[in-house]
């Protein structure tokens, strides 16, 4: 049983009405435990309103058809308040009309059954009458009023039942709980209330608190937790311009660090324009002395040839100034784009530190209102103990619970996530600022390398190279197979595989260093260097909507996310177990994809028509970024393959065929595919197939396969 809390403890806020800021009067509870009073009540909600918001904690409660009126009056509060009303009219006035002799004199009790004051004599006859024997329990010697020992137990001990809201006039003997426990009186049993579930008010009231000992020691066990919430929320902010603050140091740092590198570029470039210059001057000087000994022959041409020189050696330099005019202009463009990154970047970390410290103050503001909540359930529970009312407890303590159980869910929701609310995310600088052109196609072919033991009859369609330098070549081997041939420096293995009939399968791709993706028709498959192992699927038995007669085109490889990319009609989405994730639709307007290849998170697209594009793929759609440029103005240039090197540079393989002219073109695009940098004839354009970029001990180079004869082109990036 709880022990007996003095009646002189009770806070005195916890009588006062939060709209007012009054002593409650008729004292209402709201299911969040809440005081008001009944009238306040009234004129904060609006009329026929179906809910009301907590002024306190702004929680949203539905109303009963009654609306206020239908509210649960708080019994224990009320009668505190009665007793307090008592202990205030006496000390104002002791002399008081007694409800037996009429007599106004010095009040010495008070009787909660007759509900007024008696005198000394007539408290002495209405204790020892039998008359009014039911009225002991509930008579109040105002002697006993000042005690230091007084309790709520005691005052709730002095009131009688509450009426019955049907019949006035009669008290409440049962409580029935199908009305949620409302006091009723007997004739209520065969009226309104008849056939309900109608409990005796000592045990229903025992049940309670039982009920309520378990709640709230469940909730007591959750208090420390609630309480130490505030502290993490303030060290997860702490943590949140700690993080802000590094970022940026660390991009003023690198910002610093760019800054003093282009500074130097620049100062080496003009080093190196004033060492070409010293360069041609001292060559000048040199023909001149040249000059100078034929002097006697030569003398009639002798001015005209000086000039020639003094022309070509102005041209000259006129030209290298101009080569550094631009690359110094490229450079501070360069710096320029690093300080607007920079800026983007600071802004963007401001942006999301306000954005954390606002969800901060939120899950703060939350808690602070989970603390206040969880301290007026601990006074409510407090007081209940106290009083042991078990018309009260039976009334209160479900809604307490009620409260318990929701102020453990609020609680639990506003705790998760806490910790994210310090990261920050920071997207790099670019690695770096460049000038144009620092990536060349070398102006000639620099070799022809025969395809080792490719047989005659056989073909190439498509190559592909790792990171090692390992080179894949596949294309068909006879009419039921394709091969797959890996030269990896001496070594060399071969794969031949059934089943490879459309013209436009036997494509390939590098997945890691050791795995390669390829398709073959309608089929899928992972080719491991290591154990020479080849995993097929087919495409109808992974894919529910693939339907007959729909083939791979081509084929590439996200090693980031270790998924396989497939381009046919739609772009087809694979993990690296051959597991179909997704299939997206491509844009309007391309039809089919000839080759595909990834850049920057886009897919780099040749279309097999005349158009090629850089498309963004989203979680299930996909939109054209820009379309490439075409070498040619005329609708007969179409691409054929499409790669990237390691400095971001995209390179495309475009042919031109009209009557019996036949051309190859390597376009090299700008990082962003904006525009052409410049273009490389292909030596013997016919047949040329695939492309790749790949790294060798000496410089990046790239790779053209040649169908017929099975041939590799190769050609240096300088």
């Known amino acids: 049983m709880a022990s007996a809390t003095p009646f002189k403890d009770i806070d005195e806020h916890f009588l006062q009405c939060c709209i007012c800021m009054e002593q409650l009067e008729e004292p209402k509870i709201l299911p969040c435990l809440h005081r008001y009073c009944r009238g306040c009540l009234k004129k904060f909600a609006k009329k026929g309103a179906k809910k009301i918001e907590c002024v306190t904690c702004r929680e949203k409660h539905t109303l009963l058809k009654d609306g206020i009126d239908g509210l649960k009056t708080d019994y224990n509060t009320r009668n505190i308040i009665e007793f307090i009303q008592l202990q205030d009219s006496v000390k104002v006035d002791p002399l008081r009309t007694c409800i037996h002799c009429k007599k106004k004199l010095k009040a010495s009790a008070f009787c909660f059954r007759c509900n007024d004051f008696l005198c000394e ?60 426990n409302l006091p009723i009186c007997m004739p209520c049993t065969y009226g309104e209330h008849q056939g309900h579930n109608l409990k005796e008010v000592t045990s229903l009231a025992e049940t309670q608190r039982e009920m309520l000992k378990a709640k709230v020691a469940d909730l007591m066990q959750y208090k420390e937790k609630a309480y130490k919430m505030q502290e993490e929320i303030r060290e997860t902010k702490r943590k949140l311009d700690q993080n802000v603050s590094k970022e940026e140091q660390k991009a003023k740092e690198q910002l610093d660090a760019e800054e003093e590198r282009i ?72 710096l320029c784009v690093l300080n607007n990154e920079i800026k983007e970047l600071l802004t963007s970390l401001k942006t999301q530190k306000d954005e954390q410290a606002r969800k901060i103050d939120e899950l703060s503001d939350h808690f602070d209102g989970i603390v206040e909540r969880f301290e007026t359930v601990t006074k409510t529970v407090d007081c209940i103990r106290a009083a042991e009312n078990d018309w009260a407890d039976v009334q209160c303590i479900p809604d307490v619970c009620k409260a318990i159980d929701l102020l453990r869910e609020d609680g639990e929701k506003g705790s998760t996530g806490l910790e994210n609310l310090s990261a920050v995310k920071v997207r790099g600088l670019s690695p770096a600022v460049t000038v144009r052109g620092e990536a060349a196609i070398s102006e000639g072919m620099e070799s022809v390398i025969d395809v080792p033991s490719v047989e005659r009859g056989w073909d190439i369609r498509d190559i592909t190279a790792n990171k090692d330098g390992s080179i894949a070549v596949s294309g068909g081997a006879t009419h039921d197979q394709m091969h797959l041939t890996v030269i990896e420096g001496d070594l060399l293995q071969q794969k031949l595989i059934p089943a490879c009939k459309h013209p436009l399968s036997g494509k390939c791709s590098f997945l890691t260093q050791s795995q390669i993706a390829i398709i073959c028709d309608a089929e899928l498959g992972i080719y491991n260097m290591t154990d020479q192992s080849l995993k097929l699927v087919t495409l109808k038995d992974v894919i529910s909507d693939w339907s007959f ?137 016919r047949d040329i197939t695939g492309m790749t970029s790949v790294q060798t001990n000496q410089r990046e180079k790239l790779l053209l396969g040649r169908k017929r004869p099975p041939q590799m082109l190769v050609y240096g990036l300088v």
């Open 121 to 180: 004599t007539c408290h002495a006859f209405h204790a020892s009458s039998s008359i009014v024997k039911d009225h002991h329990p509930h008579i109040f010697s105002l002697s006993e009023a000042e005690a230091a020992n007084l309790t709520i137990q005691k005052l709730s001990s002095l009131k009688e039942a509450p009426r019955c809201q049907a019949h006035p006039g009669k008290l409440s003997e049962l409580c029935c709980t199908t009305c949620d």
């Open 263 to 334: 500074k130097k570029e620049i100062r080496n470039a003009e080093i190196e324009l004033k060492r070409k210059q010293a360069e041609l001057e001292e060559e000048a000087s040199t023909r001149k002395e040249d000059l100078e000994k034929k002097m006697k022959k030569l003398r009639e041409k002798y001015e005209l040839i000086c000039e020639q020189e003094r022309r070509e050696v102005a041209a000259s330099f006129k030209k290298l100034r101009e080569g550094n005019k631009r690359e110094t202009e490229q450079l501070q463009e360069g």
């Open 549 to 685: 007669g729909k083939a791979l085109c081509s084929v590439t490889t996200d090693p980031a996310n270790g998924n396989i990319i497939v381009g046919g009609h739609h772009i087809y989405v694979f993990n690296n177990q051959l597991k179909h994730i997704k299939t997206i639709p491509f844009p309007a307007g391309i039809q089919r994809a000839y080759a595909i290849a990834m850049h920057e998170g886009d897919l780099l697209v040749c279309e097999d028509g005349s158009r090629a594009f850089a498309v963004t793929v989203h979680e299930t759609a996909s939109q054209v970024k820009y379309e490439f440029t075409r070498p040619g103005r005329c609708s007969e240039w179409w691409p054929e393959s499409v790669c990237t090197d390691q400095k971001g540079y995209v390179y495309m393989l475009w042919r031109y065929q009209r009557s019996d002219i036949i051309r190859s073109v390597i376009v090299q695009y700008s990082r962003d595919g904006g525009q052409i940098e410049m273009m490389r004839e292909v030596d013997g354009n």
